[in-house]
């Protein structure tokens, strides 16, 4: 999944950018709010992690212009401000959650995955295509009903696959959501990481539609 991190501290950025790659999401970086606002406006994201009091252009202008654009990407905030009114301020203009300083990684992880299941269209909180069930919370991945153990990469790989399996995905998308930098990737990553997954969950689940990309199916 791809995040757009919005933040002017930098050990925090740096931290919650180290974190979230961890844990298999490809995640763009932003130190204040107008950059944040031109690369949340001109990108696709799955969510967005965006600080309230940032240079230039503050969290809530953000999430109002995002919001007055008809652009509905998920947005969880995050302040040092815990006030009830503050809390409210940004969930009336548009955010979907908010999240005071100094937090929990594992209760942010735990808000993203939530903001990943509403999004902008259903999202489940186990996802299953056929006899593949994978669990982003537990990050669990099992195959007609037996344990599969992916790698980080593969397990981020294959939940894109598993949310978007109404709908063949091009190589191009697969590197911009999955990697986090698709110019630093090597041109054939895409390619390395379906070989691997056909291999743990089964070829036959996993097809390649010629010149167009790739689908998982039941």
């Given amino acids: 999944m791809r995040l757009l991190l919005v933040d002017d501290e930098p050990g925090l950025r740096s931290a919650l950018r180290k974190g979230l790659a961890a844990d298999g999401f490809a995640v763009d970086v932003a130190a204040d709010g107008a950059e944040g606002l031109a690369l949340a406006s001109s990108e696709t994201y799955d969510a967005v992690v965006l600080d309230v009091m940032l240079p230039r252009l503050s969290g809530y202008e953000v999430v109002r212009r995002l919001r007055a654009a008809d652009n509905w990407v998920p947005v969880l905030m995050l302040s040092a401000k815990d006030g009830e009114h503050d809390q409210a301020d940004a969930l009336d203009d548009g955010a979907d959650d908010y999240l005071t300083k100094p937090f929990s ?3 942010l992880l735990a808000r993203l995955r939530a903001l990943l299941r509403r999004g902008t ?3 489940p909180t ?5 006899e593949v069930r994978l669990d982003p919370a537990r990050h669990e991945v ?3 009903g037996e344990a599969v153990e992916l790698t980080s990469r593969e397990f981020a790989l294959l939940e894109y696959l ?3 399996a109404d709908r063949v995905l091009t190589k191009t998308e697969l590197l911009d959501h999955v990697w986090e930098a698709a110019a630093d990737t090597a041109p054939n990553a895409v390619e390395v990481y379906v070989g691997y997954l056909r291999r743990k969950i089964g070829t036959a689940r996993l097809l390649t539609v010629r010149g167009a990309g790739y689908r998982l199916v039941g």
């Fill in 105 to 107: 990684y594992v209760v």
């Fill in 121 to 123: 269209s259903a999202r």
């Fill in 126 to 130: 186990v996802l299953e295509v056929g």
């Fill in 142 to 144: 099992a195959v007609a």
């Fill in 162 to 164: 598993a949310r978007h």
